[in-house]
């Protein structure tokens, strides 16, 4: 049973290119979240996803940042038109939706803008 | 107000030591508890969940006081390996939100 798998590994965009973040949730999973963290800082929440919904986003800012969770195909975090302050590891996590289960974490995607 | 606080140290000490960490979580409905381990540029991975009558597992020990809000986690004879960071979590009772504290640095010197 593969883990959460995220790609790209690293990714490098200039300022005002897009980015696109993806993430499939380890199998069985129904729920995705995406943290990002700064360097030197904690993990902060983004944006909880269900198949075909957005459940939370009230850690995601207002402009230029989206989220999806399609039927078909992983999670995609979408950055339009980045700046320097993008730049940091974005982390994707997945549970199922019992009670008392943990997040698996993927690997991350680290966004460098320049 | 947060929903996770942590202490976020750094702790430096020294192998063989004993270490906690104390972490508060704000809202009353947070059902599930659990550590995760960060390492440097890695992404966190579960340490232990954390049940009401509290457990252990090795050298580790978690604790959780529900009529406080608090949650500990005690690290007893410190080794090299175990310099990380230490995330509290919560999850709600409704929903599966996670709400992670901003972690506690942990150096064990040589």
């Known amino acids: 049973n593969a883990g959460v798998m995220q790609n790209p590994r690293h990714l490098v965009r200039r300022r005002g290119q897009e980015a696109r973040l993806r993430c499939s949730p380890m199998?069985?999973?129904?729920?995705v979240y995406w943290y990002r963290q700064l360097p030197e800082e904690g993990l902060k929440f983004m944006v909880y996803l269900q198949k075909e919904n957005i459940i939370d986003e009230s850690g995601m800012p207002k402009e230029r940042f989206s989220a999806e969770f399609p039927k078909e195909g992983p999670s995609i975090l979408r950055i339009q038109q980045v700046v320097r302050g993008d730049s940091a590891a974005y982390f994707c996590?997945?549970?199922?939706?019992?009670?008392?289960?943990?997040?698996?974490f993927g690997q991350g995607t680290r966004l460098t803008v320049v | 107000r947060k929903e996770v606080e942590q202490d976020p140290g750094p702790f430096n000490v020294p192998e063989g030591a004993t270490v906690a960490f104390n972490c508060t979580y704000s809202n009353s409905a947070s059902q599930s508890f659990f550590w995760y381990r960060q390492d440097c540029r890695k992404e966190p991975k579960l340490l232990m969940s954390?049940?009401?009558s509290g457990n252990e597992d090795g050298r580790f020990t978690a604790q959780l006081n529900r009529a406080s809000q608090y949650i500990s986690l005690l690290i007893r004879d410190s080794k090299l390996s175990d310099s990380a960071t230490y995330l509290c979590?919560?999850?709600?009772?409704?929903?599966?939100?996670?709400?992670f504290g901003t972690g506690t640095s942990l150096t064990v010197i040589p």
């Open positions: 199998k069985g999973h129904s729920h």
């Open positions: 979590v919560v999850s709600l009772r409704t929903g599966n939100q996670f709400y």
């Open positions: 954390v049940y009401s």
């Open positions: 996590a997945s549970s199922t939706q019992s009670r008392d289960t943990e997040a698996f």
